[in-house]
Structures are given as structure tokens and as C-alpha cells.
């Protein structure tokens, strides 16, 4: 059995905490708990808590969790920092390691912030829909091209105008077909 602050790392624990609230509502940075960590994974386990810091009522009390260490909780049960720095359209899909936090009102075992991977799929603000309506109105002149980022090519499409209708034509079929993407690497909204 092991007593922590909900596991935090040095110079967090109790950090912010309400006093006005009573003491078992707070969340977990701010209660220290006596986790077993011989439980079954996935049981409901009930732990026995202590409130940190200044709060009304009880300051021990009871509070009932699932058995799992906090980098094993669902995705909605933590905040990743994501990133827009990696390609989104690769294959394979593209991954990239960044630091998850567990939300406040669950309780696990192990530390609140964890590395996680992650994968690449962020978007840039490019819809589909436009990129194709450019291609089939605009895309003689590269409209299309410049829209998605692809200035070298756009420049090019311009001055030969779309390729005398095939780079045109090519275009309109490599975007409805979600092949041609921003030059960024992002996806479409």
C-alpha cells in the first residue's frame, strides 16, 4: 500500500486548491490517498483519501476508483499538449511522444502527467469542399494549388494555364480523391 498525493511531482501537490468547497469534491492534486496497488487492474476499488490544504467538513474520507495507473486511463480522461509540427498524411500514420495530464476528478495510480504517443492528425483550416470547388472553377489558374499552400506548382499551373487543361483535370481528381493535400501536412476540416 502506498500513501500518496495522488502521485505529483514535486512542488505541485496541493497547488490551487479551492478552500471554499467541501472536502470530499476536491480532485485529485489536491487529496492524498492511500492507493493498493495489489488490486485487480479494472476492479472498483474503494481508497481511503485526505483533503490538503484548507476545506469544509470531513477531512478524511472515502472515494472509490478504478484500479489502473494513470497513463492506462481512457482519452477523455486526460489533456495531451498537441502538436502541429508532424506530417498528418504518412504511411504508415506518423506518431509523436507528448506529456498528458489526468483531469482533476479522477483517481489513479502513478503520476498525473505522463508521455503518451500521439498521432499525427491536426488540421490547418483547409476544407475539402473549397479546395475542390477551386479546382473545378479555378483550377486553370492554380487557384486550387495556392489555396492548399502548393506556391511553386500554383505558379507554375498559372503560367501554362493548368497545363493546357490536363494538370487541371489531374488536380480535380487528386483532390476529390483526398490525395492531394496542404502543403503543411495537415488534414482537411
Known amino acids: 500500500m502506498r500513501t500518496a498525493a495522488c502521485d505529483q511531482e514535486p512542488g505541485q501537490v496541493g497547488t490551487d486548491c479551492p478552500s471554499d468547497i467541501e472536502c470530499f469534491k476536491l480532485g485529485g492534486p489536491c487529496i ?26 470531513e477531512k478524511t474520507f472515502e472515494r472509490s476508483y478504478l484500479c489502473r495507473y494513470c497513463y492506462q486511463t481512457e482519452n477523455w480522461e486526460h489533456v495531451c499538449a498537441y502538436s502541429a ?12 511522444r507528448t506529456n498528458c495530464t489526468v483531469k482533476s476528478e479522477v483517481l489513479c495510480m502513478g503520476l498525473r502527467t505522463f508521455l503518451k504517443n500521439v498521432p499525427c492528425n491536426w488540421t490547418g483550416g483547409y476544407k475539402w469542399s473549397t479546395a475542390l470547388i477551386l479546382s473545378i472553377t479555378l483550377g486553370g489558374f492554380g487557384a486550387d ?9 500554383g505558379i507554375g499551373k498559372l503560367f501554362s494555364f493548368g497545363g493546357l487543361g490536363v494538370w487541371t483535370l489531374i488536380d480535380v481528381i487528386l483532390i476529390s480523391l483526398h490525395y492531394l493535400g496542404p502543403a503543411d501536412g495537415s488534414l482537411y476540416i
Do not use: D
Not at 145 to 153: A, K, P, S, V
Open 145 to 153: 494549388r495556392f489555396y492548399l499552400g502548393h506556391w511553386q506548382e
Open 85 to 96: 509540427k508532424c506530417k498528418s498524411i504518412s504511411s504508415p500514420q506518423a506518431y509523436y
Open 32 to 57: 492524498k490517498c492511500s492507493f493498493n496497488e495489489s488490486c485487480t487492474y479494472g476492479s472498483s476499488v474503494n481508497v481511503t483519501c485526505t483533503a490538503i490544504g484548507n476545506c469544509t467538513g
